[in-house]
Structure formats: structure tokens, C-alpha cells
């Protein structure tokens, strides 16, 4: 979904959505994930709540390609 948050409190998802609907705290530390796609890992979800799994891919799952800086990953809210 185009012009998105994830808010990450430690290990865990505390809000995702439209940057519109979601209050993002002011002290957080940003990354612009602009261009890219952001997926949970198998069997997660992207929702409030949830741990914070994902990978950061440079194209969609269909392979379309995207633009930018290699693939990441974060694990338990932290970047790999």
C-alpha cells in the first residue's frame, strides 16, 4: 500500500496503516523504505501485534522490479 507506515516498538508491530491514519511517535528513528515492498516473514502478518519479521524486498513478490538499495531484513525488530 503506497505511502505506508510500520510502527515498531522493540520485537513487536505496535501500528501499521495509511501515514494519514497513523500517529507516528516524534523520538522514532525513520527508514524510508520508498520504492520497495515490505513482507512479513511466512506466515505473519503485517498488523498491530504482531513480531516484527519482515523482509524488505527491491521487487515485488510477482517480480516486478523496484528501485533502490538491497534487500533487508529484520528479525525481532531488529535490522540484519
Not at 507506515?5 to 523504505?33: F, H, M, N, Y
Not at 520497495?36 to 516484527?52: L, M, N, Q, Y
Amino acid at each position: 500500500v503506497e505511502d505506508s507506515v510500520i510502527v515498531i516498538s522493540g520485537a513487536t508491530i505496535r501500528a501499521a496503516g495509511l501515514r494519514k491514519d497513523v500517529p507516528i511517535p516524534q523520538d522514532s528513528e525513520r527508514t524510508d523504505l520508498t520504492g520497495k515492498w515490505v513482507v512479513p516473514v511466512a506466515g505473519g502478518r503485517i498488523a498491530a501485534g504482531e513480531p516484527a519479521d519482515l523482509f524488505i524486498l527491491n521487487a515485488s513478490p510477482s517480480g516486478a522490479p523496484a528501485v533502490g538499495a538491497p534487500s533487508r531484513h529484520m528479525i525481532h525488530g531488529q535490522w540484519n
